[in-house]
């Protein structure tokens, strides 16, 4: 992945991010991203810099939504 598709690819997630603490009242916990200091605007990061952010987004986003998870019926679709 070439370092502007994973910038964007961060805008992304950010987005994401915002959307979801919005949406559902709550804050994820970021700790590990904060501590990064990288931000889809820090276009002056290097590529590796942004992929580290890029997964602690991630697993923030991903680890909140994993602990709200309930059950789906089988009937749902």
Known sequence: MK?????????LLAQV???YEAS?????DHERY???GVRPTSIHKSKTEHK????ALADGITGEMTAEEQPVSATAD
């Open 52 to 55: 580290r952010a890029v997964f």
């Open 34 to 36: 904060d501590e990064l």
């Open 17 to 19: 991010r915002n959307h």
């Open 24 to 28: 559902n009242a709550t804050d994820v």
């Open 3 to 11: 370092k502007q598709e994973l910038i964007h690819l961060h805008g």
